[in-house]
Nanobody, 124 residues
Framework: QVQLIESGGGLVQAGGSLRLSCAPS????????MGWFRQTPGKEREFVAA????????TVADSVKERFTMSKDNAKNTVFLQMKNLKPEDTAVYYC?????????????????WGQGTQVTISS
């Protein structure tokens, strides 16, 4: 069972920045895409962004476009979510997971159990 370890969350003021990291315990060509999701109490988990391991192409949700970007470090088997101009509505627990395609990831069709996530809190 692949373990997903998210880190980098914290408390920042609105307008600030954070960078989240996700390091799955192993890699597989069965999951060519890594994605970030977020969830607030009482709401369903929602897609935030995704990146392909091979080409590095990315896709982001409209709600965070131009503020959030994904990057990766293949050598370290780690993906990152750079968040800037954060807003109070970005407050959530952020999770990463893997998928077979951007289409699947956007539909939250993920291939592993969810990790603990990392809490992001934005104060106004």
């Amino acid at each position: 069972q692949v373990q997903l370890i998210e880190s980098g969350g914290g408390l920042v003021q609105a307008g600030g920045s954070l960078r989240l990291s996700c390091a799955p315990s192993e890699r597989s060509f069965s999951w060519p895409v890594m994605g970030w999701f977020r969830q607030t109490p009482g709401k369903e988990r929602e897609f935030v962004a995704a990146i392909s391991w091979s080409g590095g192409s990315t896709t982001v949700a409209d709600s965070v476009k131009e503020r959030f970007t994904m990057s990766k470090d293949n050598a370290k088997n780690t993906v990152f979510l750079q968040m800037k101009n954060l807003k109070p509505e970005d407050t959530a627990v952020y999770y990463c997971n893997m998928g077979s395609s951007f289409w699947a990831i956007r539909l939250s069709r993920v291939l592993s159990s969810w990790g603990q996530g990392t809490q992001v809190t934005i104060s106004s």
